[in-house]
């Protein structure tokens, strides 16, 4: 990514080191670099806010949010109401989406080519050449710092809700069960429940981080996106898969707390 535009509309060389996020807009992708609105739209990624809420978090001048927030609208990125308990004051929200983050710090390093060259020809499994091309776009994205966590957890949960009729059961643990089986049979991992209260599901030999260099960080936000769409549909509310364990921290299987969105 040679050049960008912030929200603000300046456009130049990204300076090396430089985090940016990457929105869609209904006008087509947004690059933002500038940190403070950076800190404005993770608020928001949370929940709405109001004028007052966005200051306190954000740490700076009325004038200055302000400022941040009649640009950003402007560039389809925020919008804003009336606040349904005091029509003085404004609610606002996001109308992009968060897709991707460039984090140079989150930069991984190592051959490339060593681990795609993992593949082995005559190999009789068609599913390894699938976990290895997705694993091999993983690590290629992380060695330069992209992060497409959101992208992956959005696609995610289109994927749930397709595979919910199918696995749909009105028992918590049957449904469980159901997944498993679905997990082992496509080859995407082994599924267990540590426990139901709250619902947490141990995941070994995941396909999607199982061999993820270790960062430190969750990598599995493809199935966090899938199990928070059939969680949400089985309980009939917002649920979210919270990944509280993974290959890519250093464990030896990933582990996903179902709770509930916005707790």
């Known amino acids: 990514m040679e050049q960008g535009m912030d929200v603000g509309g300046k456009t130049g060389r990204h300076k090396p080191g430089q985090e940016i996020d990457l929105y869609s807009t209904p006008d087509g992708a947004q690059a933002v670099e500038n940190p403070v609105r950076r800190a404005i739209l993770a608020a928001l990624h949370e929940r709405e806010r109001t004028f007052e809420e966005i200051v306190a ?34 609610v606002f929200y996001l109308t992009g989406d968060l897709v991707a983050s460039l984090s140079p710090e989150g930069r991984v390093t190592g051959d490339l080519a060593a681990y ?69 049979v496509h080859h995407l991992g082994r599924v267990e429940i540590e426990r139901l209260d709250p619902l947490t599901l141990l995941v070994y030999d995941c396909f999607e981080c199982a061999d993820l260099p270790v960062t430190g960080r969750p990598a599995c936000a493809f199935d966090s996106g899938i199990l928070s769409a059939l969680f949400s549909r089985h309980y009939a509310r917002s649920a979210v898969a919270i990944e509280t364990g993974c290959y890519s921290m250093g464990f030896d299987h990933c582990r996903f707390e179902i709770t509930w969105d916005g707790s």
Not at 120 to 137: Q, S, V
Not at 160 to 168: F, N, Q, R
């Open 57 to 90: 978090l954000v740490g700076r001048a009325k004038s200055t949010v302000s400022v941040h927030l009649q640009e950003m609208a402007a560039a389809g990125m925020v919008g804003s109401r009336a606040d349904p308990e005091d029509s003085r004051r404004k």
């Open 116 to 184: 795609a060259g993992a593949y082995r020809r005559g190999m009789a499994d068609p599913f390894e050449f699938y976990r290895l091309a997705f694993r091999t776009i993983r690590v290629a994205l992380m060695q330069e710092g992209i992060l497409l966590d959101p992208l992956l957890t959005r696609a995610g949960r289109c994927v749930g809700e397709v595979l919910y009729p199918t696995l749909a059961e009105p028992d918590t643990e049957q449904f469980c069960t159901n997944i498993a089986r679905f997990w082992e």
